[in-house]
Structures are given as C-alpha cells and as structure tokens.
C-alpha cells in the first residue's frame, strides 16, 4: 500500500484512553484522507500489557501495520494533533524514507540509564554525540534505504533487548552513575540511538519560534480552548500537543 497510515494508542489509564478517543476524533472530523488506526483500550498482536513495558507498543503497532501491507508509517502520540494536512510529511517520507524531529540539543547522554548504555555498548561520552529524536511523533518508509535500516534495528532491539524501553522518566531513584542523566526517556532514547547508527539526520527541529506562539495561533484560527505544550512547524503544517495534564 502506498498511503501513508498514522497510528496510535491509548490504554490501561484514563487519561491515555481520553486522549486516544480525542485523536480519533480529530483525524475523523479533519478527514485528511489517510488511513488511520487507533488502538483503544486494546493492543496490536504480540503487545502483553501485564509483562511488557507500555513504550513497547509503538514497535507492535508498526509492526502490525506493516503486516497488514502498510510501508509508509506515521506514529503519533495521541495528545498529537494536526494544524493542516500532514502531506508534507508523506512527502519527506517519499523522499528522505523518515520522519524524525530533533529535540533542540539535547543529548542521549542526559536521557538515558545505565542498562541502556551498557546493553547496547556505549560510553557515556559516546551518547553525549548523539542528539535526542522525538518518539512523540515519527514516521518511516520501510521501502526506502533509511526506513529500512532504521525498522530493521528497531525490531532487533525491540524483540532481543526489551529491558531498554524501561526505566524512570526523572532521575530519583534509578541509581545511575552519571549525575548529568536527567531521566530515561523509554523509545525515545532508543529511537535515537538506532537514528545515530544507521546514518539518518532529522528532517526538523523543534519550533524556534517556542510554544506560545503556535498556541496563540491556534487559538485564534480554529476557536478553540486547546492548549498545545510545544508545536513543530513542517512546511504548511503544524503539529500541536497537549500538555500531559491536560484533561
């Protein structure tokens, strides 16, 4: 299938399951003419939520997907929401074979605990090269060289070395030995990690500009009392997410 298909998921809690419903209703009403599926209070095949860390659905999401014919893939977390239609980013997909936003200049040394860098065989000094990726909102193109590459690793690591989804998103009381480590950030630091070794660069960054000023612009275009917590600009289109408290 050539359409690119955005995915997504809320489960286990209520305000991940709210969010989930929200997005749902956001990519009906907008009806930007891709396909989307949402996993609602229910998982894709493979995912066990009693044994497996919750960051680990992303991987069986895209996996499914890609089972059921799909090759370009777009994850959105589900308090994402578009301000146009998301072409732009199914061309870049074409084109680049990636979707991938760089976190200003954060690095996976502050964003990771100890099991992850030794599981996969860095130095602390080694991740301080490597800028951080967003796992908010990426997408890949399995038919393309980078998209490839980039799944290939990401289902090595995800099915042979689970254990480095986990681990505390702030830094008490994991133990770690660098006091630079901010927080582990789950698939984000791996995404990262598997970006930094297969070659791939980001395609944006994240809004210049600063949040507030792509708040104010939503408010006023669309009448709304949603609250976005950060935006990226891409071409015409803009990515907006909730802040996590948001109701």
């Given at each position: 299938?050539?359409?690119?298909a955005?995915?997504s998921?809320?489960?286990?809690?209520?305000?991940?399951?709210?969010?989930?419903?929200?997005?749902?209703?956001?990519?009906?009403?907008?009806?930007?003419?891709?396909?989307?599926?949402?996993?609602?209070?229910?998982?894709?095949?493979?995912?066990?939520?009693?044994?497996?860390?919750?960051?680990?659905?992303?991987?069986?999401?895209?996996?499914?997907?890609?089972?059921?014919?799909?090759t370009?893939?777009?994850w959105?977390?589900?308090?994402?929401?578009?301000?146009?239609?998301?072409?732009?980013?199914?061309?870049?997909?074409?084109?680049?074979?990636?979707?991938?936003?760089?976190?200003?200049?954060?690095?996976?040394?502050?964003f990771?605990?100890?099991?992850?860098?030794?599981?996969?065989?860095?130095?602390r000094?080694?991740?301080?090269?490597?800028?951080?990726?967003?796992?908010?909102?990426?997408?890949?193109?399995?038919?393309?060289?980078?998209?490839?590459?980039i799944?290939?690793?990401?289902?090595?690591?995800?099915?042979?070395?689970?254990?480095?989804?986990?681990?505390?998103?702030?830094?008490?009381?994991?133990?770690?030995?660098s006091?630079?480590?901010?927080?582990?950030?789950?698939?984000?630091?791996?995404?990262?990690?598997?970006?930094?070794?297969?070659?791939?660069?980001?395609?944006?960054?994240?809004?210049?500009?600063?949040?507030?000023?792509?708040?104010?612009?939503?408010?006023?275009?669309?009448d709304?009392?949603?609250?976005?917590?950060?935006?990226?600009?891409?071409?015409?289109?803009?990515?907006?997410?909730?802040?996590?408290?948001?109701?």
């Open positions: 299938m050539t359409d690119m955005i995915i998921a809320g489960f286990k809690h209520a305000p991940f399951i709210e969010r989930a419903f929200k997005l749902n209703t956001h990519l009906r009403d907008k009806n930007f003419g891709y396909p989307f599926k949402i996993w609602i209070d229910s998982y894709p095949e493979g995912f066990d939520v009693e044994t497996m860390n919750p960051y680990l659905i992303k991987y069986y999401c895209i996996k499914e997907m890609i089972k059921e014919g799909y370009k893939i777009l959105m977390d589900s308090s994402v929401r578009f301000w146009n239609s998301p072409d732009s980013i199914s061309t870049i997909l074409d084109t680049v074979g990636s979707f991938l936003i760089q976190n200003g200049e954060d690095n996976l040394n502050e990771s605990n100890d099991n992850f860098i030794e599981t996969l065989k860095l130095t000094e080694e991740a301080k090269q490597i800028k951080i990726i967003l796992g908010t909102v990426f997408g890949i193109n399995i038919n393309s060289n980078y998209g490839s590459k799944w290939q690793l990401y289902k090595l690591i995800a099915e042979n070395h689970p254990s480095v989804f986990d681990g505390d998103r702030f830094p008490h009381g994991f133990g770690d030995t006091h630079e480590v901010k927080g582990h950030r789950n698939d984000q630091s791996v995404l990262s990690y598997i970006c930094h070794m297969v070659g791939t660069t980001s395609t944006q960054e994240t809004s210049i500009e600063g949040p507030w000023y792509y708040h104010n612009q939503y408010l006023s275009d669309n709304t009392e949603y609250f976005p917590s950060d935006a990226v600009l891409i071409s015409s289109d803009v990515i907006i997410g909730e802040r996590h408290w948001d109701k």
